[in-house]
T-cell receptor, first 115, second 117 residues
């Protein structure tokens, strides 16, 4: 079974600065997807960024980028120019590309933005 | 992205009663619906996976007779918590997955906060 580990329960960053959230995972599969989701106080799950394992290029979405290290099974999220609206719980998630398509979530990292 | 509408957003019920939560995919056909439970300050735990027209597959430890899931159409899935008790109080979230280009991402509902008194 796949597992996802987020070792940082809480992180804080000064507004306009850069922060990196860590995520590692364990799998024996070669083809899969990795996601970062944001859950603000409203508790709506919002997709931040997605990475296909077969792609070597790191995904980027505006101020959000990932550092995907497949051999190390690491998938960190970098948030640049942090904004107050970035404050939320961030969950790393894994999904098989094959028949079992459920998402396996990490325990989450609570990000606080300091004005 | 595609939209999943979940209702109600919050509900309070008496112990022993049943509560139904609905998730509708508004602009796509959700061939698969996932139901999650989230306790305060914890992650999402998958309860069950349902494919349209089929019986749901429950995760280990989830009582299928207590958490009834119906996915009778490609746009509607329901979760019924039967004979609810205070320990069932939690945040329940659904997510739907479509086919084709909508297959690689799951679209989440807004969640339902259930309080059993």
């Amino acid at each position: 079974a796949q597992t996802v580990t987020q070792s940082q329960p809480e992180m804080s960053v000064q507004e306009a600065e850069t922060v990196t959230l860590s995520c590692t995972y364990d799998t024996s599969e070669s083809d899969y997807y990795l996601f970062w989701y944001k859950q603000p106080p409203s508790r709506q799950m919002i997709l931040v960024i997605r990475q296909e394992a077969y792609k070597q290029q790191n995904a980027t979405e505006n101020r959000f980028s990932v550092n995907f290290q497949k051999a190390a099974k690491s998938f960190s999220l970098k948030i640049s120019d942090s904004q107050l609206g970035d404050a939320a719980m961030y969950f790393c998630a894994y999904r098989s590309a094959g028949g079992n398509e459920k998402l396996t979530f990490g325990t989450g990292t609570r990000l606080t933005i300091i004005p | 992205g595609a939209v999943v509408s979940q209702h109600p957003s919050w509900v309070i019920c008496k112990s022993g009663t049943s509560v139904k939560i609905e998730c509708r995919s508004l602009d796509f056909q959700a061939t698969t619906m996932f139901w999650y439970r989230q306790f305060p300050k914890q992650s999402l735990m998958l309860m069950a996976t349902s494919n349209e027209g089929s019986k749901a597959t429950y995760e280990q430890g989830v009582e299928k007779d207590k958490f009834l899931i119906n996915h009778a159409s490609l746009t509607l899935s329901t979760l019924t918590v039967t004979s609810a008790h205070p320990e069932d109080s939690s945040f329940y979230i659904c997510s739907g997955k479509g086919s084709g280009h909508l297959n690689t991402e799951a679209f989440f509902g807004q969640g339902t906060r259930l309080t059993v008194v």
